[in-house]
């Protein structure tokens, strides 16, 4: 049992940033996927960003340069810096955990980041 805890979300005008954290608790497998995904009304979630134990990153097309994630094994706490902000990134960002050895799939509440023009 994995518990997520999101925090960071909010509303900035586009161009300026925010840092989504995801603090994760419970049994933490030695090897995990932590990310970050989200959704826009009428759209499927998709993913932003993730990373492995190992530090190893990937970001959707639409975020690189632009996005960083991060992680702090020994916090079990994964980031997400968003810079130069759009409108379009604007949707519900939910924090995703992925036990490599299990299979499962944990999810935080979400978090919604609105980005003004």
């Known amino acids: 049992q994995v518990q997520l805890v999101e925090s960071g979300g909010g509303l900035v005008q586009a161009g300026g940033s925010l840092r989504l954290s995801c603090a994760a608790s419970?049994?933490?497998?030695?090897?995990?996927?932590m990310g970050w995904y989200r959704q826009a009304p009428g759209k499927q979630r998709e993913l932003v960003a993730s990373?492995?134990?190992?530090?190893?990153?990937n970001y959707a097309d639409s975020v690189k340069g632009r996005f960083t994630i991060s992680r702090d094994n020994a916090k079990n706490t994964v980031y997400l810096q968003m810079n130069s902000l759009k409108p379009e990134d604007t949707a519900v960002y939910y924090c995703?955990?992925?036990?490599?050895?299990?299979?499962?799939?944990?999810w935080g509440q979400g978090t919604q980041v609105t980005v003004s023009t």
């Open positions: 995703n955990y992925h036990n490599w050895l299990s299979g499962f799939h944990y």
């Open positions: 419970g049994s933490i497998a030695s090897i995990n996927t």
């Open positions: 990373t492995w134990t190992d530090g190893t990153t």
